[in-house]
T-cell receptor
Framework: QKEVEQNSGPLSVPEGAIASLNCTYSDRVSQSFFWYRQYSGKSPELIMS????GDKEDGRFTAQLNKASQYVSLLIRDSQPSDSATYLC??????????FGGGTRLMVKP | SAVISQKPSRDICQRGTSLTIQCQVDSQVTMMFWYRQQPGQSLTLIATANQGSEATYESGFVIDKFPISRPNLTFSTLTVSNMSPEDSSIYLCSGDGSPAFFGQGTRLTVV
């Protein structure tokens, strides 16, 4: 069974710090990886996608992928209270059908 | 990216009744996916809907409980049948595409 694992948290960081969110996946043939942000009561919102090994940066967000270790992470620089949400790691195993991790709840304290 | 309009956004239903959730995409998509998110949990795929064929259900989900329609390439419905309080969840539809995009979700409460 294909699995995506995340630490449920909560991960608490002070405002301005770097938040580091981690995710591991079990299916070695996975090719596409996504990070979604979900505010309470809202639907998931895509914030990053990554398809090849290495780092991908977009503003304050950096996604890191290591296929050999089956590991993907999300770094949020200069964390803001508005970043407080649940972050879902998702893996596209076949045909855009996503398997989601359990999510990590991030709390950024002013 | 494409946009999905999902409705209703929320509903409170009596146990034993059924609710149909609709998703309309502003462009054609080959596959649509239906997810359930139980309170405090992540998203679990219910089924994949293709036009012109029966939906493909994931383990633990059956057609009698969650019938799905996919009459064309821009529309799909999910019905939650004979509801019980355990069905209280957020239900989300998404369209294929990389990355996948989601409707706004339907928050269902069964009393």
């Amino acid at each position: 069974q294909k699995e995506v694992e995340q630490n449920s948290g909560p991960l608490s960081v002070p405002e301005g710090a770097i938040a580091s969110l981690n995710c591991t996946y079990s299916d070695r043939v996975s090719q596409s990886f996504f990070w979604y942000r979900q505010y309470s009561g809202k639907s998931p919102e895509l914030i990053m996608s990554i398809y090849s090994n290495g780092d991908k940066e977009d503003g304050r967000f950096t996604a890191q992928l290591n296929k050999a270790s089956q590991y993907v992470s999300l770094l949020i620089r200069d964390s803001q209270p508005s970043d407080s949400a649940t972050y879902l790691c998702a893996v596209d195993n076949a045909g855009n059908m996503l398997t989601f991790g359990g999510g990590t709840r991030l709390m950024v304290k002013p | 990216s494409a946009v999905i309009s999902q409705k209703p956004s929320r509903d409170i239903c009596q146990r034993g009744t059924s609710l149909t959730i609709q998703c309309q995409v502003d462009s054609q998509v080959t596959m649509m996916f239906w997810y359930r998110q139980q309170p405090g949990q992540s998203l679990t795929l219910i089924a994949t809907a293709n036009q012109g064929s029966e939906a493909t259900y994931e383990s633990g989900f059956v057609i009698d409980k969650f019938p799905i329609s996919r009459p064309n390439l821009t529309f799909s419905t999910l019905t939650v049948s004979n509801m019980s309080p355990e069905d209280s969840s957020i239900y989300l539809c998404s369209g294929d595409g990389s990355p996948a995009f989601f409707g706004q979700g339907t928050r269902l409460t069964v009393v």
